[in-house]
């Protein structure tokens, strides 16, 4: 008899069709939003799970799912999952690494551009019907080439955006991290390790691109974006959360940073209203991975994870050593 799992999320129909090759296969197409207790009462019966970032297995679930083997993220982030809790009760979590590092990097840097040069606040003025006429400073913003990349947190995709500043803008490239790059790694990404006050003080452009956890709540509150240059841009492509969203609100309306892109949130879908009201900020819906290359590799790791652990006893991308 096939093992059974849920995917708790629409997916690629292909994704699908290669798992249920291997699997009695439980699928959310419809992509109905479940509570907490709607996903515990589908994997009750489930030997394995594809989830994503908006499926949370903690303590409270896995007590519930006894037979519950591996969860298999649809993302490199994993803090939805409870991994001390997990590797406690014996469920292997896997997640997306690697598959998304360019597509990624690509699109903080996109983002970081678009915030310097204001290009979402000139297109709500242009379709507002408010270009009347030319002027010196309509719109001016702040440059990209040569100017200081700081990045806070450098996996692989600081590295990659650190890579196409250094390389591609002629940008000086600082960094702050848990652990400093060896000195291969920071000489392919021309950077250059500071402390994080250097790094909020130097940087024109500051990229988030840190895991969320406890430690990294609130990285960036008041006090670090009162140590930034009015000047400044702040990007976020990490998670919601590392930023203090009031406080980020409330330094963009008074001025005290220039502008900040964010692609995620504080309790995304929710976004804080302040955000709402500001001009100079650029909102996405938590899309920085989301070509349609890599959301399709990102799908077959988070299945492949699934099929290899079922039928070799071993995933590809392991968490930990449940
Ligand atoms: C990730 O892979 O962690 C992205 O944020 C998508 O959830």
């Not at 907490?36 to 896995?62: M, N, P, S, W, Y």
């Not at 920071?186 to 940087?203: D, P």
């Not at 900020?281 to 988070?302: D, F, G, K, Y």
């Amino acid at each position: 008899m096939k093992p059974s799992i849920l995917v708790a999320r629409a997916v690629f129909p292909e994704v699908l069709q290669k798992l249920a090759q291997h699997f009695e296969v439980e699928s959310n197409q419809s992509d109905e939003t479940w509570s907490k207790a709607q996903l515990t009462d589908k994997l009750r019966d489930k030997a394995g799970a594809f989830t994503t970032g908006t499926d949370r297995i903690d303590a409270e679930v896995l007590a519930a799912c006894p037979q519950l083997k591996i969860c298999a993220n649809m993302a490199v982030g994993y803090n939805n999952f409870d991994i001390a809790a997990m590797t406690a009760a014996g469920v292997l979590a896997t997640n997306t690494p690697d598959v998304l590092t360019e597509t990624t990097a690509d699109f903080g840097f996109a983002l970081m551009m678009a915030t310097a040069r204001r290009m979402t606040e000139s297109e709500h003025y242009l379709r507002a019907g408010q270009w009347t006429k030319w002027s010196y400073d309509m719109f001016a913003g702040s440059d990209i080439h040569g100017a200081t990349l700081g990045i806070l947190g450098m996996g692989r995709i600081g590295q990659g955006i650190a890579k196409r500043g250094a390389h591609g803008f002629g940008m000086n490239v600082v960094y702050h991290n848990r652990s400093r790059l060896d000195a291969a790694s920071e000489a392919a990404c021309k950077a250059r390790y500071v402390s994080k006050e250097e790094l909020l003080k130097t940087a024109d452009h500051l990229v988030l691109v840190l895991p969320y956890s406890a430690a990294s709540h609130h990285a960036i509150g008041a006090a670090e974006l009162a140590q930034m240059k009015p000047t400044a841009t702040l990007v976020n492509i990490a998670r919601g959360g590392i930023v203090d969203d009031a406080a980020l609100a409330a330094a963009l309306r008074d001025r005290r940073i220039a502008a900040a892109g964010l692609d995620v949130f504080e309790g995304e879908p929710a976004v804080h209203p302040d955000l709402l009201t500001v001009p100079n900020v650029v909102l996405t819906p938590h899309i920085a991975s989301a070509s349609v290359p890599t959301r399709l590799a990102m799908a077959n790791l988070a299945a492949d994870n699934l099929i290899a652990f079922f039928t070799q006893g071993k995933a590809l991308t392991p968490l930990n050593a449940a």
